[in-house]
């Protein structure tokens, strides 16, 4: 599918965007709404902390009133020795109301505080599950993919963190048992075969100089991984023992490639095999980047099975604990500016924006967006509706 502008000129970004931006006024509507509650919910928690925290101290205040009283009431007395013991008494029962008082209504506030936390907690979840639903079509440009894979019992847990322009950083979840590949634990040999490290310098039988000992890479497993842009840092091991012979490679595709290679004997402290000139010679650069370059190929292919949206950051704070959704969608607005300008400025009508999708035969078919539709739908967060639509300048 090809899009154009309403006038009939390529659209650069070539992908509907008139339906990524009305998803995206229905999004930040129903978000907005749902932090709004979040809001409320937790203003309304606040409150009956305060109330606690104001009858408890009441009830403290009045229970030594009336101990002052009684004990006054008793050092007045003509009759001290036959009315303490009733003033006693008072005292004890007096004690024990006020108490069992302040018990059972400190245990209704915590119930009624548990329920709005879970109601929060709630609202929160289908937040997350309706940006997760927007986002996780990568509505905006994408800066960095950084992925995290370790290896577990079965086969591996995998993560992206995707940055994206403005600040936003958000972590997903990955299928990775949804990929063939990734089904299992794979080994050096599934990405290249024969690739061989130097070790460590061993002293052959009958000869007096060392020699670098060539170990072969081929059924060591990948126990862990990072990749973030051009740099990858994974590691092989000979087994899932976390104390089992391993090798730490940092590869950099930036420019002129670059290796690091780390070694560990079983439960060894790592050394940089490079540190070693004969060792260093020894290693096959051409091999290792060969390897690394069929690693980030098979890790890209996990970026489609991303899931769960896990956390969105703003800069460095997280948007559900630090409520920042207006202020995430506000920035996702700010993204959107220049090309709802330039739709603007191709679309025929004053009333709507336009574009037009063209299939493989060349036919053609509007798009379009009421700008009147999108002011309707963002009337519904009021103010905050009306910062949406000032920024996005429709």
């Known amino acids: 599918m090809k899009y154009l502008y309403g006038d009939s000129t390529e659209f650069p970004l070539q992908r509907d965007f008139l339906g990524l931006l009305d998803n995206y006024i229905d999004t930040s509507v129903k978000s907005i709404t749902l932090e709004n509650t979040v809001f409320d919910l937790k203003e309304t928690i606040r409150d009956r902390r305060r109330l606690k925290n104001s009858v408890l101290d009441e009830m403290d205040n009045f229970l030594l009133t009336v101990e002052t009283a009684i004990s006054g009431a008793v050092s007045g007395s003509k009759e001290q020795e036959t009315i303490v013991k009733y003033a006693d008494k008072s005292r004890e029962f007096i004690k024990k109301f006020i108490e069992d008082g302040m018990k059972k209504f400190s245990d209704e506030i915590f119930l009624e505080i548990a329920g709005f936390e879970k109601k929060a907690d709630d609202a929160d979840e289908e937040n997350r599950k309706t940006l997760e639903s927007f986002f996780i079509k990568d509505p905006v440009p994408v800066v960095n993919k950084r992925y995290t894979i370790k290896a577990g019992k079965e086969g591996y847990s995998a993560k992206v963190q995707v940055d ?190 336009s574009l037009k999708a063209e299939d493989e035969s060349g036919i053609r078919s509007e798009i379009y967006l009421k700008k009147s539709n999108v002011r309707d739908k963002l009337n519904a967060i009021r103010e905050k509706g009306d910062r949406l639509f000032e920024i996005l300048d429709i």
Do not use: C
Not at 179 to 189: D, E
Not at 312 to 329: A, C, Q, S, T
């Open 164 to 353: 994206y322009e403005g600040g936003i950083s958000i972590v997903f979840d990955i299928a990775s048992s949804e990929i063939p590949f990734w089904r299992r634990h794979v080994k050096a040999r599934d990405f290249v075969r024969d690739v061989e490290i130097p070790a460590r310098m061993k002293r052959p039988f009958l000869k007096k100089e060392p020699v670098p000992e060539i170990v072969s890479m081929d059924d060591l497993l990948l126990s862990d991984l990072v990749l973030s842009g051009k740099e990858l840092e994974v590691v092989f091991r000979k087994g899932l023992d976390m104390a089992a012979e391993r090798f730490r490679l940092k590869m950099n595709f930036m420019g002129e490639f670059a290796v690091d290679v780390y070694h560990a004997g079983e439960n060894g402290v790592e050394k940089n095999i490079q540190a070693v000139p004969e060792l260093k010679s020894a290693l096959n650069i051409f091999r290792l980047r060969e390897l690394g370059e069929k690693i980030v190929e098979q890790t890209h292919t996990l970026y489609p099975k991303k899931q769960r949206l896990e956390s969105i950051y703003l800069g460095d704070r997280e948007v559900f604990e630090d409520n920042l959704v207006f202020e995430l969608m506000q920035k996702v607005a700010e993204i959107f500016v220049p090309t709802v300008a330039e739709i603007k400025k191709h679309s025929p009508s004053e009333e709507e924006l």
